[in-house]
Nanobody, 117 residues
Framework: QVQLVESGGGLVQAGGSLRLSCAAS????????MGWYRQPLGKQRELVAR???????NYPDSVKGRFTISRDNAKNTVYLQMNSLQPEDTAVYYC???????????WGQGTQVTVSS
């Protein structure tokens, strides 16, 4: 089974930075791709970053150049460095394995990111 624990969120002003962490347990972490997702209040959850087991990354245009995903397999942890934050980045942020099985079965509590103007 998989357990996902996100941390590092908080309240920042526009233009600020945050570094989120996701600790994964009960999974073959080093073999899995990992993704960061966010869900603004009242909106759908969306993928904001993905990293493969080999370290290749993908980002949507909305965060490209501002967010960086990375992983430390020795610590079973994936990170999301967020720079130049804007109010539209306000959301609950989650990590998960980006496959249909995991996305419908496993989610952590998420960590709240709030960006003030």
């Amino acid at each position: 089974q998989v357990q996902l624990v996100e941390s590092g969120g908080g309240l920042v002003q526009a233009g600020g930075s945050l570094r989120l962490s996701c600790a994964a347990s009960g999974s073959n972490f080093s073999r899995d791709a990992m993704g960061w997702y966010r869900q603004p209040l009242g909106k759908q959850r969306e993928l904001v970053a993905r990293i493969t087991s080999g370290g290749s990354t993908n980002y949507p245009d909305s965060v490209k150049g501002r967010f960086t995903i990375s992983r430390d397999n020795a610590k079973n942890t994936v990170y999301l460095q967020m720079n130049s934050l804007q109010p539209e980045d306000t959301a609950v942020y989650y990590c998960n394995v980006p496959s249909s099985f995991y996305l419908r079965s496993y989610w952590g509590q998420g960590t709240q990111v709030t960006v003030s103007s």
